[in-house]
């Protein structure tokens, strides 16, 4: 079993920055693609990002293409989400998530990851 923390959510105003980061302990020594995802009040959750194993295939949602950027280091079992020009809209509770398996694992959809965090919130002021 894996378990995830997700930190460095707050206040920012518009236009501002964050940086997330996703702590796993526990089994990890197999490899796991991880994801980002992030739920408003009165709405569904959606997806944020993802990155495989080594960071060879990482994706994006358009809505934050060009100003949220993921990352990980594995040798601290560790996963980022860098947030600039934030925006009211990106004001959620955000989520990390984690997949076993290799560079082939990464997925889009929230069904596919086994192990989540507690979420972190994250709130952008107009």
């Known amino acids: 079993q894996v378990q995830l923390v997700e930190s460095g959510g707050g206040l920012v105003q518009a236009g501002g920055s964050l940086r997330l980061s996703c702590a796993a302990s526990g089994r990890t020594s197999s490899n796991y693609a991880m994801g980002w995802f992030r739920q408003a009040p009165g709405k569904e959750r959606e997806f944020v990002a993802a990155i495989s194993w080594s960071g060879g295939r990482i994706y994006y949602a358009d809505s934050v293409k060009g100003r949220f950027t993921i990352s990980r280091d594995n040798a601290k079992n560790t996963v980022y989400l860098q947030m600039n020009s934030l925006k009211p809209d990106d004001t959620a509770i955000y989520y990390c998530?984690?997949?076993?398996?290799?560079?082939?694992?990464?997925?889009?959809?929230?069904?596919?990851?086994?192990?989540w965090g507690q979420g972190t919130q994250v709130t952008v002021s107009s």
């Open positions: 998530a984690a997949r076993r398996g290799g560079e082939a694992a990464i997925t889009l959809a929230t069904i596919y990851y086994a192990y």
